[in-house]
């Protein structure tokens, strides 16, 4: 079974910009998240899709957004790039679902798509 | 939200050490999971152990979630070993990660 792949790998922008970008989550996985990774900050969590609807969001502005397609894959966009967005951006899929009364909710992650704006 | 500490931040071993990480949590989480990030920024999985122990070749993970606490055992660490290990815990949906211990192995 493939992994959950992400494109693009590396992407340079500059101030002011957008930027899209895209998650394929593990075939049968309804569930994306997204996070940022930057050194100051560490990892920290940008928002929750499940079935195509934003289960949580994490504390960022709402110059980031996202959105999940009927296929499960997943797109998230930064508009108005600030410096401080640049970053590792990690998108993650689970099967989420419960067994016997317990509840799982194993993450597996993609690559990450490394964002310099400059 | 979940506040997530990890100890220690650095170690630095000789090849062929044990050592133990440690994690913290503030409160009841129904998840968790322990990660190394490799050099290019690839979280891999390495346990997902919201309650027990489990092992995993010269990896073993324990977690004590009544007392909110995970212990993630590395036995005759080997370079490749080397990396950044995160913990990451999750009450319903929502993941909160540790800061990390980055490890490092020397030959």
């Known amino acids: 079974k493939a992994g959950v792949t992400q494109t693009p790998r590396y992407l340079i922008k500059t101030r002011g910009q957008q930027v899209t970008l895209s998650c394929s989550p593990i075939?049968?996985?309804?569930?994306v998240s997204w996070y940022q990774q930057t050194p100051g900050q560490g990892l920290q969590f940008l928002f929750e899709?499940?079935?195509?609807?934003?289960?949580n969001k994490g504390n960022f502005p709402g110059r980031f957004s996202g959105r999940q397609f009927s296929n499960s894959r997943s797109e998230m966009n930064v508009s108005t790039l600030e410096l401080g967005d640049s970053a590792l951006y990690l998108c993650?899929?689970?099967?989420?679902?419960?067994?016997?009364?317990?509840?799982?909710?194993?993450?597996?992650f993609g690559p990450g798509t490394r964002l310099t704006v400059l | 939200g979940i506040q997530v500490e990890q100890s220690p931040p650095d170690l630095i071993l000789q090849e062929g050490a044990n050592s133990t990480l440690r994690c913290n949590f503030s409160?009841?989480?129904?998840?968790l999971q322990w990660f190394h990030q490799n050099p290019w920024g690839q979280l891999i999985n390495l346990f997902y152990?919201?309650?027990g122990t489990k092992q995993n070749g010269r990896l073993s993970a324990t977690t004590v979630a009544t007392e909110r606490y995970s212990l993630l055992y590395i036995s005759s660490s080997q370079t490749t070993d080397s990396g950044v290990y995160f913990c990451?815990?999750?009450?319903?949906?929502?993941?909160?990660f540790g800061t990390g211990t980055s490890l490092t192995v020397i030959p």
């Open positions: 152990i919201p309650s």
């Open positions: 075939s049968g996985h309804r569930s």
């Open positions: 993650a899929s689970s099967l989420y679902g419960t067994s016997g009364g317990i509840s799982y909710n194993e993450q597996f």
């Open positions: 990451a815990v999750a009450t319903g949906n929502q993941f909160y």
């Open positions: 409160d009841s989480v129904n998840n």
């Open positions: 899709y499940f079935s195509e609807t934003q289960r």
